[in-house]
């Protein structure tokens, strides 16, 4: 089992910078890929960005530029931070790890999520 706690979130002007943590406990031995998603309201849950233990990330297109994840694998925590915040950017933000082999997935792990509010 793996638990994970985030932090960060709240409500910004659009232009202002957050920074959401996530922090992760238990069995942590089974962590490879860390991620944020977001989910706005009457919306799917999107990925936001990963980034695997080695440090190889992947942003969604709307975020490039803009957010920058991280990890620190020694406090086995995630960090996204983001700047240039736009209202778009309102959502439930949720930390996920989860274990990749090629195509195959498995051993999701899910945070509580974190509101990020952007008012216009």
């Known amino acids: 089992q793996v638990q994970l706690v985030e932090s960060g979130g709240g409500l910004v002007q659009a232009g202002g910078s957050l920074r959401l943590s996530c922090a992760a406990s238990?069995?942590?031995?089974?962590?490879?890929?860390m991620a944020w998603y977001r989910q706005a309201p009457d919306k799917q849950r999107e990925l936001v960005a990963s980034?695997?233990?080695?440090?190889?990330?992947n942003y969604a297109d709307s975020v490039k530029g803009r957010f920058t994840i991280s990890r620190d694998n020694a406090k086995n925590t995630v960090y996204l931070q983001m700047n240039s915040l736009k209202p778009e950017d309102t959502a439930v933000y949720t930390c996920?790890?989860?274990?990749?082999?090629?195509?195959?997935?498995?051993?999701?792990?899910w945070g509580q999520g974190t509101q990020v509010t952007v008012s216009s």
């Open positions: 996920n790890t989860h274990q990749t082999a090629g195509s195959l997935r498995w051993g999701d792990y």
């Open positions: 238990g069995s942590i031995f089974s962590i490879n890929v």
């Open positions: 980034i695997t233990r080695g440090g190889n990330t």
